[in-house]
């Protein structure tokens, strides 16, 4: 149904409406009913409507919400859709439930009802990794990893600490979506068109119906605004590109080359050509999918650019962006998730010279300037290097020529370098405890 006949002497072609009508907007059917209910309920409150047309409505409006709503082709959107519906259902009293609201107003609504669940739900999805890639890393607060700068070897520490950096990651990814579910938490209802109506509405009674407690300070950009969707698509992409680094690691970790992991059977895949195959994709499409999230990133930011203000038909775009924003770190952290919690972890131990800030710290621990020190054991390293040795294998008076403190005793061994960890957070295995504590009680709240 169209709701904008009267003015115009022939109805709109098929063309006009193949190309204008985008039926993304189905999946905030729910949404849209919810915010008609209230609506509804505060035209009623405020005598706009009658207690039992308000009654009608509301009765209408919870039918298509249990029902929900057949889209047909003369649809221009879910909200006339819905409006339609009611029609059949209540007949024209039906007429009433748009009294002193617009489509604008309407559909900046349902979008931050629509964000408010999926802000939830996303935190509920990362709550969820959290825990997956916690269990993992505690199996392994002692299993021994390099870790890497420039992809060169650095320094020892555990595969848990290594893990764990992605959990806190993600957990950051839900704070951010926390401090955004605030800002969505407010209604725009009663915006109208672009400057408000000369109805005597209250705005408050509707948001506090939605369970808000705050409504738009100006009208114009309460219906012209879509930073709200930019910012949900970019936490959505900040988590994907998260993810993405995840699942590149993944995808070096099982090669050949590499060796750390061997991925589960069932969350492989194999090569139609050469028997012996074993394929991440899940971490490839994780990997692509975040391609995919920073460009709809820009496309979201791209949309709002060169719009005057209010409301322009270009903001109907902004839909297909939030739904695959949300889907897709949805399904990404859940395909993940399962990845690392069903893979097997068996990382090489990393060579000695990843002891080699340790050893300087030895000789720091005994006065000598840090300067000194590593230029001191940057010559051992070179040393092993030329004979093909490790740090274990340098020889006593090799050692002692180079500081005359020095013997083989002091090199530590892989272990004992990553229970000298002192400081808070990098990953000794006490210290992997407290992070995992943490951790834990974060992905249980509610
Ligand atoms: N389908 C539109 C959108 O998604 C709803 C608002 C339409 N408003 C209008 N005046 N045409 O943005």
Request: proline share 4%; glycine share 8%.
């Amino acid at each position: 149904m169209s709701l904008w006949g009267g003015r115009f002497q022939q109805g709109p072609s098929d063309l006009l409406w193949a190309y204008t009508v985008e039926r993304a907007d189905e999946r905030l059917l729910k949404h849209d009913v919810a915010g008609s209910i209230a609506h509804a309920r505060m035209l009623a409150a405020v005598g706009l409507i009658s207690e039992s047309e308000g009654d009608d409505l509301i009765r209408g409006l919870e039918t298509i919400s249990h029902d929900g709503v057949e889209y047909l082709q003369t649809d221009e959107d879910i909200h006339s859709a819905v409006e339609r519906r009611l029609f059949e259902l209540i007949g024209e009293v039906a007429g009433k439930l748009h009294t002193g609201r617009s489509r604008n107003d309407q559909i900046a609504l349902d979008l931050r009802l629509f964000l408010a669940e999926a802000a939830d739900d996303q935190m509920a999805g990362i709550q969820r990794f959290v825990m997956q890639i916690v269990q993992t890393a505690e199996r392994h607060t002692r299993t021994p990893v390099a870790s890497y700068t420039h992809l060169q070897q650095a320094q020892v520490t555990s595969l848990a600490h290594h893990l764990l950096a992605y959990a806190w990651m993600a957990r950051r990814d839900a704070d951010r979506l926390e401090d955004f579910s605030r800002r969505v938490a407010v209604s725009p209802l009663g915006a109208g068109a672009s400057a408000g109506s000369s109805l005597p509405l209250e705005p408050a009674i509707t948001a506090e119906l939605l369970g808000w407690d705050s409504t738009f300070d100006n009208s114009m950009e309460a219906v012209g605004s879509r930073d709200l969707a930019a910012e949900y698509v970019f936490i959505c992409s900040q988590a994907m590109v998260n993810l993405s680094r995840l699942a590149e690691e993944i995808i070096l970790w099982s090669s050949q080359e590499f060796n750390w992991m061997t991925l589960p059977d069932d969350l492989a895949t194999g090569s139609s050509a050469m028997p012996h195959k074993k394929n991440p994709d899940i971490a490839e499409l994780a990997r692509g999918r975040a391609a995919i999230a920073v460009s709809d990133t820009a496309a979201i930011l791209g949309l709002q650019a060169s719009l005057p203000l209010t409301y322009n038909r270009d903001l109907q775009e902004d839909k297909r962006l939030v739904f695959s924003a949300h889907d897709r770190l949805m399904s990404s952290g859940q395909a993940l998730g399962a990845l690392v919690a069903g893979s097997e972890f068996h990382p090489p131990r990393p060579g000695s010279l990843v002891l080699s800030l340790d050893l300087a710290e030895v000789l720091v621990g005994r006065g000598v300037p840090f300067r000194e020190a590593h230029e001191i054991v940057g010559g051992l390293v070179a040393e092993a290097e030329h004979s093909g040795i490790g740090l274990f294998d340098l020889k006593p008076e090799i050692l002692h020529a180079a500081h005359p403190s020095l013997t083989v005793d002091d090199i530590p061994t892989i272990e004992d370098s990553l229970e000298r960890r002192a400081v808070p957070g990098s990953g000794s295995p006490a210290d992997i405890a407290v992070q995992v504590i943490a951790l834990k009680a974060w992905a249980r709240e509610d």
